[in-house]
């Protein structure tokens, strides 16, 4: 098995058409470690963002690829994709994502309904993964009884919740306080100790110090890259 786990080759990614055309994306090449800590940074607008959602098949690019695991995903059906992304890649967002008219527990179980565990299991293992972010306390609190630091832990266990190799992670504490965000960067560290490959799209600056990479986006362009060299 290779050790680079997230393999991107001349990527390029161009929205509209003709006058309206945005090259979002301009010919990136990253390499990423398996079991590394990884964070994006640059300007808003530059694309940050967009290399993530690719990176997490979440889009196609225009031209390049994307590979994970040695698979490129570019090529894949959307069938596959799906499957790819339930077994080997957890999301998490600035803005959680939460189903609201679920609890903690249950928005974590619902993600387990797309992975390979079987259902009498679902239960015990959203249990642990609560445990995980320090929430047992609030496995029955829908998400408008927690707040943004506690809701943003519980997107944390969902996005765990299929034991997924790789973390995508969009701005995670860009909608907390001072408070909230510590909580939450040491529950993303503490999950890195475990080997997951985590990759963060970020304007915080202290994260960004704490990364094994550190790639730098602007205009589109990889035009900085930081770490394991």
């Not at 963060?200 to 202290?206: D, K, L, Y």
Request: proline share 3%; net charge neutral.
């Amino acid at each position: 098995m290779s050790d680079t786990i997230i393999r991107i080759e001349n990527l390029v990614k161009i929205y509209g058409k003709n006058a309206a055309k945005t090259h979002a994306l301009k010919g990136v090449s990253i390499e990423i470690p398996r079991g590394s800590f990884s964070c994006v940074v640059g300007p808003s607008g530059h694309g940050k963002s967009t290399l993530l959602q690719l990176i997490g098949g979440l889009d196609k690019p225009t031209d390049g690829s994307v590979l994970i695991c040695d698979a490129d995903i570019s090529k894949m059906s959307d069938n596959k994709l799906s499957e790819l992304r339930a077994e080997k890649i957890g999301f998490v967002f600035q803005f959680f994502n939460l189903l609201h008219n679920l609890t903690a527990m249950e928005n974590i179980q619902t993600a387990m309904m797309f992975g390979k565990i079987p259902q009498k299991d679902h239960r015990a293992k959203a249990e642990k993964l609560l445990a995980l972010v320090g929430l047992s306390d609030k496995a029955n609190a829908k998400p408008s009884e927690l707040s943004g630091g506690q809701q943003q832990r519980v997107s944390i266990a969902r996005a765990l919740a299929n034991d997924p190799d790789i973390l995508l992670m969009d701005e995670p504490t860009g909608n907390l306080d001072s408070e909230s965000e510590n909580e939450v960067l040491n529950h993303i560290f503490e999950i890195h100790k475990s080997g997951k490959t985590i990759v963060i799209v970020t304007h915080n600056t202290e994260l960004a110090h704490r990364a094994d990479l550190l790639f730098v986006i602007k205009d589109g362009i990889l035009i900085q890259k930081e770490g394991l060299s």
